[in-house]
């Protein structure tokens, strides 16, 4: 995406635009992996397989949710529909951004919408601001996205940091046996180690359980049974 077609929103640049949300077929969403949160965990992890990643900017730990196996391979978007009940919020804020100014404490956080996208159109789909000016219903929720991904993300960094202080994440290797393709390999996942998990105890064990770190950790675990439907989807096709 080109930085020069990321703009504010703005209700006199933007009145009269759309955003054709039906559409998931589309160049940002063919990715292989969607940045998660601690706040939709619950959900997600019924459907996608949840690992840790390291951020490529800062290095830290973050959860991303994995789709497919290559780059640009997203198998939960089937015949131009995303084939699953729950979608990472940072998928649904699409083709939105975040565009921060200032530093340190006085970092303000304002909506910047890529309008080079192929969603954003003026016949079709979900206007940003109403008849009046106001924003609309739709651009609200945006904004309600936005505020869950910053939540999530402060909590997301101090309950992967604890699992870090504790021994928990380790990196992890995962190959599969794909029929008429070269086995493909996920790299740079992390998960949970089992076995130090189960042997915490006294102080770190309570801590693990206050800190929301042992829920997550479990929730991490049981979520890689969903990389199996992934390989039965290419399988398939």
Not at 63 to 86: D, H
Not at 165 to 175: R, Y
Not at 213 to 228: E, K, M, P, R, T
Request: proline residues 3%; charged residues 20%.
């Amino acid at each position: 995406m080109k930085i020069e077609t990321v703009e504010i929103v703005d209700i006199n640049k933007h009145r009269n635009l759309k955003v054709d949300v039906t559409n998931y077929d589309v160049a940002h969403n063919r990715i292989n992996a969607a940045y998660v949160t601690v706040i939709e965990l619950s959900t997600l992890v019924n459907e996608y397989p949840v690992f840790i990643t390291k951020n490529p900017r800062d290095g830290q730990f973050q959860l991303s949710a994995i789709m497919g196996f290559k780059s640009g391979e997203n198998l939960f978007l089937q015949n131009g529909k995303w084939n699953a009940r729950f979608i990472p919020t940072d998928i649904l804020r699409r083709p939105f951004q975040a565009a921060l100014a200032g530093e340190g404490e006085n970092t303000t956080s304002r909506i910047a919408l890529d309008i080079a996208s192929e969603l954003v159109q003026t016949e079709k789909g979900e206007a940003l601001f109403e008849d009046d000016g106001k924003p609309s219903a739709y651009l609200n929720r945006i904004n309600q996205n936005f505020a869950q991904l910053y939540a999530g993300t402060q909590q997301s960094k101090a309950i992967l940091q604890k699992a870090n202080e504790l021994n928990l994440i380790e990196p992890v290797s995962i190959d599969f046996e794909l029929k008429g393709q070269s086995t493909p390999g996920l790299n740079g996942l992390y998960s949970i180690n089992r076995k130090t998990l189960g042997e915490l105890s006294g102080q770190d064990l309570e801590e693990c359980h206050q800190s929301g770190c042992l829920q997550v950790c479990y929730a991490l675990l049981s979520s890689v049974i969903h990389l199996d439907k992934l390989v039965n989807w290419v399988n398939e096709q």
